[in-house]
């Protein structure tokens, strides 16, 4: 059986994201890492915390977007577009 950590704990991995394009690549690390360590039963409640630690301009871009999802999110942050937005 697989241990997991709390999603408080989990949530603790994930550094608040700005939008400095130097740091996109940790913070979708941090996410994943964040994930992997939950039950996967609470991916949810980890994503939209994760969505809490997101400021700025991608926070704009994301609410109107209405990403679904870690994967949807990853994809954005990592679309060329939206890295010279940031």
Known sequence: MAEYI???????????????????????SNVDTAFEVINPDNSDVLYKFILTRISGEPRIAIAHRHLENKDDLKAFLRTPTQKSAL
């Not at 999603?7 to 979708?28: N, Q, R, T, W």
């Open 6 to 28: 709390s999603v408080g704990e989990a949530l603790k991995l994930v550094s608040p994201f700005k939008g400095d394009k130097k740091e996109v690549l940790a913070f979708i």
